[in-house]
């Protein structure tokens, strides 16, 4: 018999495969799954009367804990379990998983492995156990059943373990060069925590590493707009560091300056302003603040400030800004998300007044399109440095 707990619920017994998705009570498959995480002892009649029927008022505990061990079974034989009676065994108070049944289970292999990953030195061996266990990880620890107070503590424990074991694993492939296992493992890795710095870190650099500019950028902007809107934080420095990297590099050496100046323009002919990270826009304002005395052109800074209801991410008009701003600025202009709840724009020759003007006319397209406000407009010039 061969169980599995992590990425959904399985039994597989002489080729038959087994799920919670057949369809019985969802009490039945957590009351199997609790005797199978607790196979190393008996569970008494009190315990599952705690763990399943804690919101009811249970006047007959007993015959209500053998009518479920008696649909258990019953489910189990339906599905086509030839020892289903002898699989759920009672006495002593209580009842247990049969243990005398040959069985493998994917939660106590995987605990075992990170175990022994504890125990070894060997960088070798270390890596070779490590990939046992990643490669056991098909998922979060009973996902269906994540809602049970039993479940949940467990979860936590094996996601943590798993996340750990794939820090480690990195940092191996990293070393050796092993850019393409790196950012397979680093995929699965997200799925699990798709909020976890330092793999998204190593998946950019290897998708660099081997030449992927263009999916690392895809990746950069798509997972920051992920932390503005759900978590409501910015990138780390380190990740942010990785921006101008994205960059694809080109070698020009001995090519004509208009071919050089060609390539750098293929791709730019898009309609609308252009967004950048706010590392670049910080550049760019410096570069302005030191042309502004020579120059004499005026650059103004609009600032575009939402606020969220108490207990709530404001990523909704946050997210409906960003498909108005560009179609409202022209293509000289520059803009930028500088924090969750903050758009910043950068207009280059426009009088105060028709910054006024375009800040408006943003305001009144979200509002128009959306029915949405902004909590609060700034416009400020570019401050030159003397």
């Not at 950019?204 to 759900?230: H, P």
Request: charged content about 25%.
């Amino acid at each position: 018999m061969r169980i599995e707990m992590l990425g959904g619920f399985m039994i597989e017994y002489d080729g038959n495969r087994i799920t919670e998705q057949v369809k019985r009570s969802s009490k039945v498959w957590k009351l199997i799954q609790y005797l199978v995480v607790h196979r190393d002892k008996i569970v008494s009649q009190e315990e599952l009367v705690d763990a399943f029927c804690n919101d009811e008022v249970v006047s007959n505990p007993g015959s209500t804990v053998r009518t479920m061990i008696y649909r258990a079974r019953t489910a189990l034989a339906d599905c086509g379990m030839p020892c289903a009676d002898d699989v759920i065994l009672s006495g002593n108070g209580g009842y247990r998983w049969n243990n005398s049944l040959e069985c493998t289970v994917d939660v106590e292999e995987f605990a075992d492995l990170v175990k022994k990953i504890s125990l070894v030195d060997s960088r070798d061996e270390k890596y070779a156990l490590i990939k046992q266990a990643t490669d056991l990880y098909h998922g979060d620890f009973l996902p269906n059943s994540s809602d049970e107070m039993w479940v949940m503590p467990l979860e936590r424990w094996y996601r943590t373990a798993f996340i750990n074991s794939v820090h480690e694993a990195l940092s191996i492939l990293a070393e050796d060069g092993r850019h393409a296992e790196v950012e397979e493992l680093c995929s699965k890795a997200l799925r699990t925590d798709p909020f976890d710095e330092r793999v998204l870190e190593y998946h950019l650099r290897a998708m660099l590493a081997q030449g992927k500019y263009m999916e690392a950028m895809d990746e950069y902007r798509k997972m920051e707009a992920m932390f503005y809107d759900v978590l409501g934080v910015t990138f780390s420095d380190s990740l942010r560091s990785l921006y101008p990297q994205l960059q694809r590099p080109e070698s020009h050496e001995g090519a004509p300056l208009e071919n050089v100046l060609g390539e750098w323009l293929e791709g730019a002919n898009f309609p609308g302003a252009f967004y950048c990270d706010v590392s670049v826009f910080k550049t760019v304002y410096q570069i302005e603040a030191r042309s502004a005395v020579r120059s004499g052109r005026t650059a103004y800074i609009v600032r575009f400030e939402t606020k969220q209801k108490s207990g709530e991410k404001d990523g909704g008009v946050m997210k409906q800004l960003s498909q108005v701003i560009p179609l409202c600025l022209r293509k000289g202009d520059l803009f930028t998300r500088a924090s969750p709840s903050q758009y910043m724009l950068m207009l280059n020759s426009l009088t105060y007044e028709n910054c006024m003007m375009l800040a408006s006319r943003i305001l009144n397209s979200l509002d128009a399109k959306y029915q949405s406000k902004v909590a609060e407009t700034s416009i400020r010039p570019v401050r030159p440095i003397i």
